[in-house]
């Protein structure tokens, strides 16, 4: 619970207009002007999920691709939809199989193993997909670097349509290629799942029952996949979300009923820690087909035992992670200093599972506050996943090492690779030294940035039911965090067998409402010690025995600076009095030390950001 907090300055009347002509409260909206939503119609249509009605014919080769796929209809050539085998390119082979089914087609699936194909389009897979006789192979959440594979495709007589959101490489397939790289698409953020929406869009229409029908499917991938949930992405993540929680798929249903989710309370959270973790786990440990089956399933019975081998599957992927994730530790804490201080960690063992690599990666990362590539080796070669923090390029800093790789692919946040195994101790020392070079110590610290500052007083229901307008939540559109400076934490106790920590929050003898700090539980000591905390939280709605209470989810605790008293004792006296009795050199100090994020001795008078923090909070001791 180390750390810093942050702030943005945001624009004060823009926020008070919002308020006024939304009916928000001050606190609402000074997230929504902090969050770039200054303008009243474009917070209306943030807060509205509005679709933004992006023409899908300007993704890629849209036009040709449709020409394509209705030929091949027309002349009855059986079209294999060739996807992936997480969440993203799972969904992304339901949604093509549902909507090429609507328009006729004779249509076939492929899902490659993770163990035995590897990720993407492999030539012997397009090879047995030619003897088969599939005339069109219409690739999902995959396909923009297999250059060679689609070319070899051709050669024996099928055509090839890629669809893919990941980054491609210098030279691109020829064939139709509908992807959010290379395109003039205004938006190009959408996930795999999301780019067939968009074909199913060009293809039946944008308000055809089925392309409505299946925005479940696109809720979840978008969710799953991690990409920013603003724009077209909120919309779509949005209407799916709700779609999601009537769905009448069996096997989504009897999925809901095993990950213990209410659709009555379902969101993104919902998703990204029950639903998602499941459907993955097929793919990370055997065979992603179970996951896809139980989507495309009608049989209710058939729905329930694919649902029961799921969570079967999910609870050995939990056994196996927390395994890895000790021995990863194990392997951190014995590396000699020198090491150890690295921006950039490598780390590989043969008997790792590389189905999980990938998660384990993402959880040294928050603990370790670094990027981190984890290698496992295995019956088909030695492969890497890995995982990055907000300031470092991943895929940029495999790209400077690629000497050292036999293939890579991903994006700025996460990637994965192959490598020969004599050249791994290379890799590592070179992506150690390139994250040096990068990465400076202030970018290793955990930044906690905040949404607004308030009081105690200000945490109500109302309050979180507002918030949950902004939702749903993940990245480029984060849960919102609230900050209560200088509190108490009163009657600090574990929960859950010591792993949690549950406290009352009191600031300036105002009880502010109970908080919990998920793992955490080891903090208890440093609460029960005298002192104060600036809380960093999520206000939520606590359901339980039919009731709903507010409910302050911690995510960070910070020591109160000493520097607050000594604000108080320059400028309490003012304070005191009221502001309507300051004289005009009390108000200039004022907006030096606070209010006017230019002035320059706002940087050097004692905690000026802090002082602001205490302002917008009304944390300095008014006058009765």
Same mark, same amino acid.
């Given at each position: 619970?180390?750390?810093?907090? #942050?702030?943005?300055?945001?624009?004060?009347?823009?926020?008070?207009?919002?308020?006024?002509?939304?009916?928000?409260?001050?606190?609402?909206?000074?997230?929504?002007?902090?969050?770039?939503?200054?303008?009243?119609?474009?917070? @209306?249509?943030?807060?509205?999920?509005?679709? %933004?009605?992006?023409? %899908?014919?300007?993704?890629?080769?849209?036009?040709?691709?449709?020409?394509?796929?209705?030929?091949?209809?027309?002349?009855?050539?059986?079209?294999?939809?060739?996807?992936?085998?997480?969440?993203?390119?799972?969904?992304?082979?339901? =949604?093509?199989?549902?909507?090429?089914?609507? =328009?006729?087609?004779?249509?076939?699936?492929?899902?490659?193993?993770?163990?035995?194909?590897?990720?993407?389009?492999?030539?012997?897979?397009?090879?047995?997909?030619?003897?088969?006789?599939?005339?069109?192979?219409?690739?999902?959440?995959?396909?923009?670097?297999?250059?060679?594979?689609?070319?070899?495709?051709?050669?024996?007589?099928?055509?090839?349509?890629?669809?893919?959101? &990941? @980054?491609?490489?210098?030279?691109?397939?020829?064939?139709?290629?509908?992807?959010?790289?290379?395109?003039?698409?205004?938006?190009?953020?959408?996930?795999? #799942?999301?780019?067939? &929406?968009?074909?199913?869009?060009?293809?039946?229409?944008?308000?055809?029952?089925?392309?409505?029908?299946?925005?479940?499917?696109?809720?979840?991938?978008?969710?799953?996949?991690?990409?920013?949930?603003?724009?077209?992405?909120?919309?779509?993540?949005?209407?799916?979300?709700?779609?999601?929680?009537?769905?009448?798929?069996?096997?989504?249903? *009897?999925?809901?009923?095993?990950?213990?989710?209410?659709?009555?309370?379902?969101?993104?959270?919902?998703?990204?820690?029950?639903?998602? %973790? @499941?459907?993955?786990?097929?793919?990370?440990?055997?065979?992603?087909?179970?996951?896809?089956?139980?989507?495309?399933?009608?049989?209710?019975?058939?729905?329930?035992?694919?649902?029961?081998?799921?969570?079967?599957?999910?609870?050995?992927?939990?056994?196996?992670?927390?395994?890895?994730?000790?021995?990863?530790?194990? +392997?951190?804490?014995?590396?000699? /200093?020198?090491?150890?201080?690295?921006?950039?960690?490598?780390?590989?063992?043969?008997?790792?599972?590389?189905?999980?690599?990938?998660?384990?990666?993402?959880?040294?990362?928050?603990?370790?506050?670094?990027?981190?590539?984890?290698?496992?080796?295995?019956?088909?070669?030695?492969?890497?996943?890995?995982?990055?923090?907000?300031?470092?390029?991943?895929?940029?800093?495999?790209? *400077?090492?690629?000497? &050292?790789?036999?293939?890579?692919?991903?994006?700025?946040?996460?990637?994965?690779?192959?490598?020969?195994?004599?050249?791994?101790?290379?890799?590592?020392?070179?992506?150690?030294?390139?994250?040096?070079?990068?990465?400076?110590?202030?970018?290793?610290?955990?930044?906690?940035?905040?949404?607004?500052?308030?009081?105690?007083?200000?945490?109500?229901?109302?309050?979180?039911?507002?918030?949950?307008?902004?939702?749903?939540?993940?990245?480029?559109?984060?849960?919102?965090?609230?900050?209560?400076?200088?509190? /108490?934490?009163?009657?600090?106790?574990?929960?859950?067998?010591?792993?949690?920590?549950?406290?009352?929050? !009191?600031?300036?003898? &105002?009880?502010?409402?109970?908080?919990?700090?998920?793992?955490?539980?080891?903090?208890?000591?440093?609460?029960?010690?005298?002192?104060?905390?600036?809380?960093?939280?999520? +206000?939520?709605?606590?359901?339980?025995?039919?009731?709903?209470?507010?409910?302050?989810?911690?995510?960070?605790?910070?020591? #109160?600076?000493?520097?607050?008293?000594?604000?108080?004792?320059?400028?309490?006296?003012?304070?005191?009095?009221?502001?309507?009795?300051?004289?005009?050199?009390?108000? @200039?100090?004022?907006?030096?030390?606070?209010?006017?994020?230019?002035?320059?001795?706002? !940087?050097?008078?004692?905690?000026?950001?802090?002082?602001?923090?205490?302002?917008?909070?009304?944390?300095?001791?008014?006058?009765?």
């Amino acid at each position: 619970m180390t750390g810093v907090w #942050t702030i943005a300055p945001f624009d004060a009347p823009a926020a008070a207009a919002l308020a006024r002509e939304l009916d928000l409260s001050e606190v609402t909206a000074s997230v929504l002007a902090r969050r770039g939503y200054g303008d009243v119609e474009t917070a @209306r249509s943030f807060l509205d999920a509005a679709l %933004p009605g992006h023409d %899908p014919s300007l993704l890629g080769d849209m036009a040709l691709a449709v020409e394509r796929i209705r030929d091949a209809i027309a002349s009855s050539k059986r079209i294999c939809v060739h996807g992936a085998y997480d969440v993203d390119g799972i969904c992304a082979t339901a =949604l093509a199989v549902l909507l090429l089914r609507e =328009l006729g087609a004779d249509v076939v699936w492929h899902l490659p193993s993770r163990f035995e194909e590897g990720y993407g389009v492999s030539s012997e897979t397009l090879a047995r997909l030619a003897d088969d006789g599939v005339g069109l192979v219409l690739t999902v959440d995959c396909g923009i670097t297999a250059v060679q594979e689609i070319a070899e495709a051709k050669a024996l007589g099928m055509d090839v349509i890629v669809t893919d959101h &990941h @980054r491609p490489g210098d030279v691109l397939p020829d064939c139709p290629i509908v992807a959010t790289r290379p395109s003039t698409y205004p938006f190009p953020e959408l996930c795999g #799942t999301g780019v067939v &929406h968009k074909l199913g869009e060009a293809l039946l229409g944008p308000d055809h029952p089925a392309v409505r029908r299946n925005l479940d499917l696109v809720a979840l991938a978008t969710v799953a996949d991690v990409v920013p949930l603003v724009d077209e992405n909120r919309a779509l993540a949005t209407a799916g979300l709700r779609a999601l929680a009537c769905n009448r798929r069996p096997g989504l249903q *009897a999925l809901m009923r095993n990950a213990r989710v209410d659709p009555a309370t379902l969101d993104a959270s919902s998703i990204g820690f029950r639903l998602a %973790p @499941r459907i993955n786990a097929a793919g990370r440990l055997c065979r992603p087909d179970i996951a896809l089956e139980l989507i495309l399933t009608e049989d209710p019975g058939r729905a329930k035992e694919l649902a029961e081998e799921l969570e079967v599957l999910n609870r050995e992927r939990q056994a196996v992670e927390d395994r890895i994730l000790r021995e990863a530790i194990d +392997l951190v804490e014995s590396l000699p /200093e020198v090491k150890r201080r690295r921006r950039g960690y490598v780390l590989w063992h043969e008997g790792w599972h590389q189905g999980v690599i990938g998660i384990v990666a993402s959880r040294l990362v928050e603990r370790f506050h670094r990027p981190v590539v984890l290698v496992a080796g295995g019956v088909d070669g030695w492969k890497g996943s890995g995982r990055s923090i907000s300031s470092f390029d991943l895929h940029g800093a495999l790209a *400077a090492c690629s000497d &050292h790789l036999e293939r890579f692919g991903g994006h700025r946040a996460a990637a994965g690779l192959s490598i020969d195994p004599l050249r791994i101790e290379a890799f590592a020392e070179a992506f150690g030294a390139h994250a040096d070079s990068v990465l400076d110590e202030g970018d290793l610290a955990p930044v906690t940035p905040v949404d607004a500052v308030v009081s105690g007083r200000d945490l109500t229901l109302p309050l979180a039911q507002e918030l949950e307008r902004l939702a749903p939540f993940g990245l480029g559109n984060p849960d919102v965090t609230l900050l209560v400076p200088a509190c /108490e934490a009163v009657d600090p106790t574990t929960v859950g067998e010591g792993k949690h920590l549950r406290f009352r929050v !009191r600031q300036h003898g &105002h009880d502010a409402g109970t908080a919990i700090a998920f793992g955490q539980g080891s903090q208890v000591d440093r609460l029960r010690a005298e002192g104060r905390f600036d809380v960093a939280f999520r +206000l939520k709605q606590n359901h339980w025995n039919g009731t709903v209470a507010p409910q302050l989810v911690v995510r960070r605790l910070f020591d #109160t600076p000493e520097s607050y008293e000594q604000i108080r004792d320059l400028l309490g006296g003012y304070w005191r009095q009221g502001e309507e009795a300051w004289t005009p050199e009390a108000r @200039r100090i004022f907006v030096e030390l606070g209010l006017d994020p230019t002035s320059p001795a706002r !940087r050097q008078l004692l905690e000026s950001e802090t002082f602001r923090a205490l302002l917008e909070a009304e944390a300095l001791p008014r006058a009765a």
